[in-house]
């Protein structure tokens, strides 16, 4: 009797100890649901505020699901300029700023070939599933390492890492040197698109994922408002007159055939500029986890979407507009849609999502100036006033090879024959530049390289975009609400708020929700992501961990 009750006390205090032991804990822990999946979002040309003017018309899977149950950090700035597409998408996986990753723009002046190139284009490539013999696309410029190749590194090959959008630079530059695959869209043929960097021919999902939901099957769809009329009141009127695109009237309905009889390249190119394009998307992304089979294992694998579409809209409409309304609303669905098959496919529980946006966007300049902000700078004036300010001081010459991005480069064969001094040249130039209206700035290359900019935010964010080796000699900031150019709408690209604050939100495993607003940037994201996984950050991240989002 005894002996069974000293066996009972003695087997209570063993499970009292198991339970409580530090030991316990650790099978506890190890037995959390595995991180078998990260997502990584950007919606492309997506300011904060649309997260706030929009979100009571938001349905509950979407972007709900990110604000109620996710880290939101409200005050997330990018730190560099030029914010545009290639260095966002760019900086989102890499976790470093254009001056380290080398993607100081979309495009830039080579002085090695003498030709204008683009972040992506790679000759030694070809291009699979589009127009036959042309050259194909590539990450060979971006610098370092994102957290896919860590991935990689770390699993010694065996994660799986895709990415997918509308825009080449947009799938390429998030997954980095090494990832199992990049896909774009076509306009020629309506097709998603890859390159012999990647494979030598496109995967077979692919092609049958292409001949059985070519977009085509959208041709003649209307797109109307998805609410009622007087849910867009909060907009500007749908027939605001500084609205423009290539496809007619600017008003509610769009009849979705680009002019044509029947689906071709007119019709491709107008379908992306509709919430359309984001459901074929969604669509693809499906098929790629599908067909990949990501997720479906204990080895974590990396997908990231962007959605193009929501920008190639927005510089046609602007930021105010009732079809920028629109497409948000509409994309807050496909979300929605994409996140339910995510948890059926794989479970929430097993997914950590990561969403920003690549850049924001300013105000159609005319609706500024309606309060009295902004306007538009005549573009060729910047090159006529430098090539007038320096034939006057030294002499007449063809001094300018490229204006673009923001930056002017010089020919240095005139500096040799006039026998000018580069710090001089780039002085008369940039005296002269300062002086049109609608410029806030006109720094040089010497004062960059030497650390001579002046103590101020502007210049720091023009610092964090500059690579020596890539940008020009010098680098040129609008004043705020001004716009270079008089064919784009609206645009982005400055180091003002309108273009700089965008959502950077955590979502799923590990997650802790909240709205912090700490101050922070979508560099950040790679480093937390890499800290969630336990690997190491990628090689060039200047972020911050951000720490608040995570539950241990």
């Not at 822990?29 to 997260?51: E, H, M, N, S, T």
């Not at 109307?224 to 007159?241: F, K, Q, V």
């Not at 500096?415 to 780039?426: M, Y």
């Not at 210049?459 to 784009?488: K, M, Q, W, Y």
Request: aromatic share 12%.
């Amino acid at each position: 009797m005894l002996s069974s009750r000293l066996r009972l006390l003695f087997s209570v205090l063993l499970s009292f100890f198991l339970v409580t032991s530090p030991l316990h804990a650790q099978t506890r822990k190890a037995a959390a649901p595995k991180i078998k999946l990260i997502v990584g979002i950007v919606i492309d040309q997506f300011r904060y505020d649309y997260l706030t003017r929009f979100e009571d018309q938001f349905g509950e899977g979407g972007f709900k699901r990110f604000l109620q149950n996710g880290a939101v950090f409200s005050n997330a700035h990018y730190p560099y300029t030029p914010t545009i597409t290639a260095c966002g998408h760019a900086a989102f996986m890499s976790g470093a700023s254009p001056s380290h990753n080398g993607i100081i723009g979309n495009d830039w002046f080579d002085r090695a070939t003498g030709k204008r190139i683009t972040s992506v284009s790679d000759a030694s490539t070809k291009l699979l599933g589009g127009k036959e013999e042309t050259a194909g696309m590539s990450p060979a410029r971006l610098i370092g390492s994102t957290l896919g190749d860590q991935l990689k590194f770390h699993t010694t090959g065996q994660s799986k890492v895709i990415g997918l959008s509308y825009k080449d630079r947009s799938a390429i530059l998030p997954v980095g040197k090494h990832p199992n695959g990049a896909y774009w869209f076509s306009a020629t043929n309506g097709a998603f698109v890859s390159s012999t960097y990647y494979f030598s021919e496109l995967p077979a999902w692919v092609k049958k994922f292409n001949q059985e939901q070519n977009p085509s099957r959208y041709f003649g769809k209307i797109w109307e408002r998805m609410l009622p009329e007087a849910a867009y009141s909060r907009s500007l009127s749908d027939d605001y007159p500084y609205e423009k695109w290539a496809y007619g009237a600017t008003k509610f309905p769009y009849t979705i055939n680009g002019g044509e009889q029947q689906a071709g390249s007119k019709f491709y190119t107008q379908f992306e500029y509709t919430p359309f394009a984001n459901e074929h998307l969604v669509s693809f992304a499906k098929a790629a986890i599908e067909n990949e089979k990501l997720g479906q294992d204990d080895v974590t694998d990396l997908l990231t979407v962007s959605f193009s579409s929501n920008d190639i809209l927005g510089h046609s409409f602007g930021p105010y507009s009732q079809e920028v309304q629109d497409m948000t609303l509409r994309t807050d669905r496909a979300l929605a849609d994409f996140f339910a098959y995510l948890d059926q496919k794989i479970g929430l529980q097993n997914v950590v999502i990561a969403m920003t946006a690549d850049h924001g966007v300013g105000p159609i300049p005319e609706y500024a100036q309606e309060y009295g902000l902004g306007g538009r700078i005549e573009a060729k004036a910047i090159s006529e006033i430098t090539e007038a300010a320096l034939n006057k001081q030294f002499g007449e010459d063809k001094w300018i090879l490229s204006l673009v991005n923001g930056n002017i480069y010089f020919d240095y064969a005139a500096l040799e024959r006039r026998k000018a001094s580069h710090e001089e040249v780039e002085r008369v130039a940039s005296a002269a530049i300062r002086q049109i209206p609608g410029i806030a700035e006109c720094f040089t290359r010497t004062q960059i390289l030497l650390g001579q900019l002046p103590q101020t935010a502007v210049a720091r964010s023009v610092a964090g975009g500059f690579h020596p080796d890539r940008n020009g000699d010098l680098v040129i900031v609008p004043r705020p609400f001004f716009l270079a150019g008089e064919t784009i709408v609206a645009s982005h690209g400055t180091p003002y708020s309108y273009d700089t604050h965008v959502p950077v939100i955590f979502y799923g495993a590990g997650i802790k929700a909240g709205n912090f607003t700490t101050a922070s940037s979508p560099l950040d994201i790679a480093p937390t992501l890499a800290a969630i996984l336990k690997i190491e950050r990628p090689s060039n991240s200047i972020g911050q961990i951000l720490a608040d989002a995570m539950k241990q």
